[in-house]
């Protein structure tokens, strides 16, 4: 069957919409059950969880409700993981409900330990196979999403958010997963194209505060501040998301090269809010930098962006932080650093942008960092991290001397998570569930 065509010619999109639905544990949990449920009211509406408070045990608990019916299945897994998971179940779940006339959306109300960035990259990339009467393919072949709904507890997210807990620390996840609350409560927010924000914080101006975050965070997001979550409904919901702009990400995964202020952000501070911009056209020193990077850990949100090391000079190094840890990792070659044949590959809009800072010695290698900071003084930021580049003399090594340079002390010789244990690079590589698609750990 063709596609319609819209009035404006443009072909509509047949396949059927997912809703992902996101929050951490407690409160946020609860809104998420709530949305599903208020959703679900809507004829043609499937919801799908999957419980994986036993995952550990290679046990998942996955329900389908349509309208009053559920469906309850307990799921043995072989290697018990978020992954398989999702390779093993979901994603041909959804190959399998697409494919009934009565299913016209599907709801994912995701367990905390699901991360909407990773469900949404799943659907779009791993081939499905073994499906009675399809064709082996991604998901993303028979359904779109629609919108990625977070939902976050306001009182409480700006301390998740900023804290050093990980979700094993909190029950939520296994012994073996390193993600800490912080990473995952700022990645669904940062993710999100709608944000529902519940619970009276009993403070006008902690409300402001959280407030000024998201609109930094996620500014084209729009947001429904709700004291009682119980008192949502399918209009409320259906409203906010009729408020999402049609620019919104809707589940597309960006790459180191994207860029950092999305949806023109506000840039001046409030209620001591503030987005802290750090480029540079020299390379950190690698030692230096690890000392410098302390100022990341108290009173800022997050950070991200892309970094040139002088001891890595063919590298692009992306860093990424929440709350008191911070990952970094590779994330592929600079444009000055490949082959004619890689750089015929290259997407042309980074091509684009790169010739336009250009230089005669170092091509497109430079820094560019986005910080939030809570409860940082921008200023200290930028000096920590500005004393981190290379001197005059440093540079001119850099260029004319590289293997001497290359011998250089270099604490992200190996990737990393921080902060260090005694202040001394731990070597560890990023995590398969927590690694960011934007950075690759060696």
């Not at 590589?429 to 934007?438: E, T, Y």
Request: hydrophobic share 45%.
């Amino acid at each position: 069957m063709e596609p319609a065509l819209l009035p404006s010619g443009r072909q509509s999109d047949w396949r059927t919409p997912v809703l992902v639905l996101a929050g951490c544990s407690g409160a946020a949990a609860a809104g998420v059950a709530q949305l599903a449920a208020v959703l679900r009211e809507t004829p043609g509406t499937v919801t799908i969880r999957h419980d994986l408070s036993e995952l550990g045990e290679g046990i998942v608990h996955r329900t389908v409700r349509i309208g009053e019916q559920e469906t309850a299945t307990v799921l043995e897994l072989a290697h018990g993981c978020v992954s398989c998971t999702l390779r093993i179940d979901l994603l041909p779940l959804l190959c399998v409900l697409a494919a009934r006339e009565s299913v016209e959306r599907i709801v994912l109300e995701l367990d905390p330990a699901f991360e909407a960035e990773a469900v949404c990259q799943a659907i779009e990339n791993i081939v499905v196979t073994g499906v009675v009467g399809r064709v082996d393919g991604p998901a993303g072949r028979d359904v779109r999403i629609e919108a990625v709904l977070t939902c976050v507890d306001a009182r409480t997210w700006l301390a998740d958010a900023t804290g050093e807990d990980t979700l094993a620390e909190r029950g939520l996840a296994s012994a073996d997963d390193d993600r800490t609350v912080a990473q995952v409560a700022v990645g669904q927010v940062d993710f999100a194209d709608a944000v529902v924000a519940h619970g009276n914080t009993g403070d006008p101006l902690d409300r402001a505060r959280l407030g000024a975050v998201l609109s930094r965070l996620v500014p084209e997001a729009p947001v429904a501040w709700i004291d009682d979550i119980e008192l949502l409904d399918s209009a409320d919901v259906e409203a906010l998301l009729a408020r999402i702009p049609a620019q919104s990400r809707r589940g597309r995964v960006f790459d180191a090269h994207a860029p950092l202020l999305r949806g023109e952000p506000p840039l001046g501070a409030e209620y001591g809010i503030a987005l802290v911009e750090f480029a540079a056209s020299r390379p950190f020193h690698p030692a230096r930098l690890h000392e410098a990077l302390d100022v990341l850990f108290d009173g800022v949100v997050t950070a991200r962006g892309r970094m040139w090391l002088a001891t890595q000079p063919n590298e692009v190094v992306w860093l990424e932080s929440a709350g008191g840890g911070l990952r970094v990792g590779g994330a592929g070659p600079w444009l000055a650093a490949m082959s004619p044949s890689e750089l015929e590959q290259a997407d042309p809009t980074r091509r684009a942008m790169a010739a336009l800072r250009w230089d005669e010695h170092f091509g497109d290698r430079d820094i560019s960092l986005v910080i939030l900071a809570h409860d940082a003084d921008p200023a200290e930021i930028r000096k920590a991290l500005h004393w981190a580049l290379v001197e005059d003399d440093e540079l001119r090594l850099v260029e004319r001397a590289p293997e001497r340079v290359a011998q250089w002390e270099d604490p992200f010789g190996e990737w990393h998570a921080d902060p260090c244990e005694s202040g001394e690079p731990t070597g560890l590589p990023i995590d398969g569930q927590a690694k960011s698609p934007r950075g690759e750990a060696k």
